[in-house]
């Protein structure tokens, strides 16, 4: 009875370190997203214009997907032929170095390009921090989780991204409260950066303990080559890539670039747009571990496929009610809308590619799946809808977007669906003994 439940323990506990540094991470990386507004106008020169500023606010931003894929192959590589542990701890120590660069970066007024460089470079390494974070903690999940709870535990991936937009709009929405906008400006907009530099070392500590679980210990398996493994798993890293394209035009266009497009687009309050962002993923808290507990007892294509389908039926009525009459009430309706359709899905999606995938080389091939989408898709996207909008002057741009990727999802998810519809003799294993390997 004691073995049981130090072994629980040391699993939640594993858990909470997982998802502390997967959700600071995503806290750092989010933040900057919601500060391209104020960015624009602090490291850029005012003769640039407001718009032109948002683009090379925006493009600075997609800086770091450029290293997303570097750092994904090499942490993904260590984590399959050492620790899934020490590959999360690396990828944190970097992300601190990231961190204080941008703290500590002066704007123009003060030294004219040198901030930007600094961002720059801050941005390059939180890329190949974060490129690493997504595969290493989902594999982690997965195979620390007790058989039949696959799913659930899976779901805290994306969980603890949702945890990041919590704390990072909440964060957001006191800094413009409390603070004038001239002192938000000067000062106040280095704060939410800077309380990522008074976790990290908490973090780090937890990560350091989690050797004890069974996926933080060393691999004894024997790792096949990467182009082995990629000519092996064709199939699945593309269906993998389809999903994995739905999930980022969410993250970076629903809930990543609104705080831009409510107060640039639709000229709403920078208050009110944080309130919005913290309610969305206030609500997607509680879609996103219901539906990876769900999965653990539906067939999880099924409730991707459904969830895809209803989201990509949805997305533009929602625009075109709010573009009529921008609010934000509207807004937090939209929102709210879009988290529990996008939220079913994210729940359940992470576990489902995981599963598909080869042990052996599980993370690498995760890693490859998830940031060559991200550096294509996500790098530029927020860059992408701003030119668009600019160009055609329709705010209906974001929808059209988002609305091609979850296109892209759904195919994927249909794949997958009538693939196991097609097998003549279906998976007949009880819920404790679901498989992990690519079959």
Known sequence: MMDRSHTARTRWGAIIGSIGGNALEWYDFTIFSYMIPIISTLFFPKSAGSVSAILMSTALFGVGFFTRPLGGICLGLYADRHSRQEAMTLGMGLMAVAVALITCAPTYEQAGVTGAVMIAIARLLQGFSVGGEFATSTTFLVEIAPPGRRGFFGSWQITGQIIAQVLGGSVGYLMTAWCTPEQVHAWAWRLPFAFGLFIIPLI??????????????????????????????????????????????????????????????????????????????????????????????????????????????????????????????????????????????????????????????????????????????????????????????????????????????????????LSSISEQTPEKQPRNQISLSNK
């Open 204 to 417: 780090l500590t937890i990560r350091l303990k989690m050797s004890g679980t069974a996926a933080g210990k060393r691999k004894t398996v024997k790792n096949p080559g990467m182009m082995q493994s990629l000519t092996a798993q064709w199939r699945e890293i593309l269906t993998g890539m389809g999903l994995v394209t739905a999930s980022t035009v969410s993250f970076y266009i629903i809930y990543g670039y609104v705080v831009t497009y409510a107060t640039k687009i639709l000229h709403l309050s920078l208050t009110g747009s944080y309130l919005v962002q913290m309610s969305a993923a206030a609500s997607m808290l509680l879609v996103v571990p219901f539906s990876g507990y769900l999965s653990d007892f539906i067939n999880k294509k099924l409730i991707i496929f459904v969830s895809l389908a209803t989201y990509l039926v949805i997305l533009w009525p929602l625009y075109a009610w709010l573009v009529a009459s921008p609010s934000i009430t509207r807004l937090i309706i939209m929102q709210i809308s879009l988290s529990f359709v996008s939220g079913m899905f994210l729940g359940s999606y992470c576990t489902l590619i995981t599963q598909i995938l080869s042990p052996a080389s599980r993370t690498t091939m995760l890693a490859i799946v998830n940031n060559m989408v991200v550096l294509v898709v996500g790098g530029f996207s927020q860059l992408i809808v701003t030119w668009l909008i600019s160009i055609s002057g329709k705010a209906m741009a974001p929808a059209l977007f988002v609305m091609s990727g979850v296109a892209i999802g759904l195919i994927a998810a249909t794949y997958l669906l």
